[in-house]
């Protein structure tokens, strides 16, 4: 059974399981052991990464970093400086030789500069190839785990400006969390339930050393001596439907004396539970013992002198918290049927123990970061601190640019997220190297001007209106015959702005920064933008979810695992006519529209919906797609429609004359680029790769 149809199968279970009391969901201590108290530190903020380094304590969450000094008495810890600027959602955090280095998913990775500890500095931040999520440190080198993209490399000479390196990517990785330790790197493979191992005295071309089954979904992981820890959740890869769901929470413990052939020698498992969000586990030593966090089940401590025979000894759960219904809504259950949690009075939430983020072994006591309810220490004799590391050598790397047979390629200075033509030039969305304009000069392309220094992400054109998405701001410009742009307007925003479109003539934005929602811009006045009523998805919107253009007012939105939204334009913004969660499309699938219909790839098969179809018969017209019809799709307007495919590094050519039997003319490598939407300039391919630049196809 496919992976997504496994998952359905599991989902629809759930209702039952839960009303025959079969799932027990975070709330209860476990049976038979010992439970621990802890005591919360006044003045934290709730938060998921969470360092120490004997002296301070780093917290990162809610849109801020805080410094709790130790230094007078590490049983209450004394909050003695704050950085605000940051994300409200920091992933996981590593410190490093006085720098902090944060993930934040969407948002990338933020630097800030602790070597005053009473005077944090937020130094920068920095665009990752996708969402980061781990990160770990280990000499001038820098490990980000981007889920589905890898492992991204940085040399972090200049701490407080990485410097790319490359993306590696081999096979099927979903990274959550990595650790270092020497040559050796582990990476927690989520969904695919395994940790991999790779070598990394290369940094500029990691090899892959083995593949480690777990038992339920891989997270954390640690390296210590000959031996893996790694911390799983989710559901178990063993027994029947019934026995996996909810059941592959718990900790792993593997000999890598030889890595290529890892022997596991035992594990334990915790109680049994499942929700959507929160979906990460970490895992430290701890003395003699081993810390584990698992989400809201809470802190285990695990004794495991024996790694043949480990038990669990000891437990600390957070205060309950007030968590969204939705928390459990996949679609395919009631969340009312959830009998085991308490309903708060609202009845718009459940009350759970607060999830554990991270956890910080020291001395006789563990310092734990609540989600949402702070920091909390908990005494724990014969708890000690994590023990020092082997570190990785400094490593002179130099990144080789990847030639792609039929283009010509070009350095823009950053991350090329995306680029926009008129017909005559190249508006290029260069991350962190601003807005660039490109025009060819007979010999190829070359550089005309930087209109915007600011870090852009995305650029889309109607007629003459230009209109640039930026952190959290839209800009818009008049596109001059002759000159450069002129400065029409910005519009600040609350929320990220990442993927831009312009609809209905270019009077209508459609944007939205990876999470769920969809904010709908007025650009009638371009000089005076207004924020219409936003619009929310069932789950995040991964990339970009929408067409380049509307058909008959309608588009059509891919919101990962929930299926399509359509929505209708208009002059109060985008209108949610309805959504069809029967057929999941996968998440680095884009739509597009080509003549008068919608076309959406999924899989082995492709679907062409028109507007007036988008009720229940919508996905009536199936047609088997060709190998490479996948990823995010652009159509020239004639005979040629294009599929970039991020994660895979892949663009793929076909002759749509007849959409219903596209035919397959060229696939281009620009691994370990990251192709993004392509862009038709005179029938050629302009293709916006990432970290390896701009490629352009020759005449």
């Given amino acids: 059974m496919g992976r997504s149809l496994w998952i359905m199968g599991l989902l629809g279970l759930l209702p039952a399981l839960l009303c025959r009391g079969e799932l027990p969901v975070a709330g209860s201590p476990a049976a038979g052991v010992r439970q621990l108290v802890g005591v919360h530190v006044p003045g934290s903020v709730g938060g998921n990464a969470l360092c120490g380094d004997g002296s301070c304590l780093y917290l990162a969450g809610k849109g801020r970093l805080q410094v709790f000094d130790l230094r007078r008495n590490p049983m209450k810890p004394q909050l003695a400086a704050e950085v605000k600027g940051l994300p409200w959602v920091c992933r996981?955090?590593?410190?490093?030789?006085?720098?902090?280095?944060?993930?934040?998913?969407?948002?990338?990775?933020?630097?800030?500069?602790?070597r005053n500890p009473v005077a944090p500095k937020l130094v920068g931040n920095f665009d990752t190839a996708e969402l980061a999520t781990g990160v770990d440190v280990s000499g001038n080198l820098l490990f980000v785990a981007l889920r589905y993209y890898g492992v991204q490399i940085f040399d972090i000479t200049n701490p407080a400006a990485p410097k790319h390196i490359t993306l590696f990517r081999n096979g099927k990785v979903e990274a959550q969390s990595i650790f270092c330790r020497g040559n050796l790197l582990a990476v927690g493979d989520w969904g695919h339930s395994r940790v991999q191992l790779l070598d990394v005295?290369?940094?500029?071309?990691?090899?892959?050393?083995?593949?480690?089954?777990?038992?339920?979904?891989?997270?954390?992981?640690?390296?210590?001596?000959?031996?893996?820890?790694?911390?799983?959740?989710?559901?178990?890869?063993?027994?029947?439907?019934?026995?996996?769901?909810?059941?592959?929470?718990?900790?792993?413990?593997?000999?890598?004396?030889?890595?290529?052939?890892?022997?596991?020698?035992?594990?334990?498992?915790?109680?049994?539970?499942?929700?959507?969000?929160?979906?990460?586990?970490?895992?430290?030593?701890?003395?003699?013992?081993?810390?584990?966090?698992?989400?809201?089940?809470?802190?285990f401590l695990v004794e495991a002198a024996d790694p043949r025979n480990p038990r669990i000894v000891a437990q600390f759960q957070l205060p309950p918290v007030r968590v969204r219904k939705n928390i459990f809504d996949n679609s395919l259950m009631d969340a009312s049927k959830v009998l085991s949690v308490k309903l708060a009075g609202d009845g718009k939430h459940f009350l759970l123990p607060d999830c554990v983020g991270s956890?910080?072994?020291?001395?006789?006591?563990?310092?734990?970061?609540?989600?949402?309810?702070?920091?909390?220490?908990?005494?724990?004799?014969?708890?000690?601190?994590?023990?020092?590391?082997?570190?990785?050598?400094?490593s002179e790397v130099t990144s080789a640019v990847k030639e792609v047979p039929g283009f010509l390629h070009y350095d823009c200075g950053g991350m090329v997220r995306r680029v926009a033509t008129d017909g005559q030039l190249l508006y290029v969305a260069a991350s962190s190297a601003g807005?660039?304009?490109?025009?060819?000069?007979?010999?190829?392309?070359?550089?005309?001007?930087?209109?915007?220094?600011?870090?852009?992400?995305?650029?889309?054109?109607?007629?003459?209106?230009?209109?640039?998405?930026?952190?959290?701001?839209?800009?818009?410009?008049?596109?001059?015959?002759?000159?450069?742009?002129?400065?029409?307007?910005?519009?600040?925003?609350?929320?990220?702005?990442?993927?831009?479109?312009?609809?209905?003539?270019?009077?209508?934005?459609?944007?939205?920064g990876g999470g769920n929602r969809i904010d709908f811009i007025d650009l009638r006045d371009p000089a005076r933008p207004r924020m219409l009523v936003p619009s929310h998805e069932r789950?995040?919107?991964?990339?970009?979810?929408?067409?380049?253009?509307?058909?008959?007012?309608?588009?059509?939105?891919?919101?990962?695992?929930?299926?399509?939204?359509?929505?209708?334009?208009?002059?109060?913004?985008?209108?949610?006519?309805?959504?069809?969660?029967?057929?999941?499309?996968?998440?680095?699938?884009?739509?597009?529209?080509?003549?008068?219909?919608?076309?959406?790839?999924s899989g082995k098969q492709f679907y062409l919906f028109s507007p007036e179809k988008f009720g229940s018969?919508?996905?009536?017209?199936?047609?088997?797609?060709?190998?490479?019809?996948?990823?995010?799709?652009?159509?020239?307007?004639?005979?040629?429609?294009?599929?970039?495919h991020r994660s895979k590094g892949e663009v793929t050519l076909f002759d749509v004359t007849n959409p219903e039997t596209p035919q397959w003319k060229k696939s281009f490598d620009f691994l370990p680029g990251t192709p993004d939407r392509v862009v038709f300039y005179r029938n050629r391919l302009i293709v916006p790769a990432g970290f390896d630049g701009l490629y352009c196809q020759k005449p």
């Fill in 92 to 114: 996981q955090m590593a410190v490093h030789r006085g720098y902090a280095y944060i993930t934040a998913r969407n948002q990338g990775l933020w630097i800030v500069d602790l």
């Fill in 435 to 512: 807005l660039q304009i490109w025009g060819e000069d007979g010999k190829g392309w070359k550089k005309i001007a930087t209109i915007s220094e600011n870090r852009i992400y995305d650029v889309s054109i109607c007629g003459t209106l230009l209109v640039a998405a930026e952190e959290k701001k839209l800009s818009m410009w008049r596109i001059q015959k002759g000159k450069l742009p002129v400065l029409l307007g910005q519009m600040k925003s609350s929320f990220p702005t990442q993927i831009l479109h312009l609809y209905r003539n270019g009077t209508l934005a459609a944007v939205s």
């Fill in 359 to 394: 956890v910080v072994p020291a001395n006789d006591r563990l310092y734990v970061a609540g989600n949402q309810s702070g920091l909390f220490v908990v005494e724990l004799p014969g708890c000690a601190p994590v023990p020092a590391r082997e570190e990785l050598g400094r």
């Fill in 201 to 299: 005295r290369n940094p500029a071309a990691p090899e892959e050393i083995s593949y480690v089954p777990l038992q339920g979904y891989g997270d954390g992981v640690y390296l210590h001596g000959n031996l893996l820890y790694a911390a799983t959740g989710h559901h178990s890869r063993q027994g029947s439907t019934a026995e996996r769901f909810g059941n592959g929470h718990g900790m792993e413990i593997f000999d890598i004396s030889d890595p290529r052939k890892a022997v596991r020698l035992g594990g334990v498992h915790f109680p049994r539970f499942f929700a959507l969000g929160n979906d990460f586990w970490s895992v430290w030593p701890a003395g003699e013992m081993i810390a584990v966090a698992d989400t809201h089940n809470g802190l």
């Fill in 539 to 601: 789950r995040i919107l991964y990339i970009d979810s929408f067409p380049e253009k509307e058909l008959e007012g309608l588009i059509a939105v891919n919101s990962h695992g929930a299926g399509l939204s359509w929505y209708r334009l208009e002059e109060t913004g985008g209108r949610k006519l309805r959504s069809n969660p029967a057929l999941r499309f996968n998440q680095f699938d884009g739509v597009t529209a080509v003549g008068k219909q919608f076309l959406m790839p």
């Fill in 617 to 644: 018969d919508e996905f009536s017209q199936k047609f088997p797609a060709p190998p490479g019809m996948e990823g995010l799709p652009s159509w020239n307007g004639g005979s040629l429609l294009a599929f970039s």
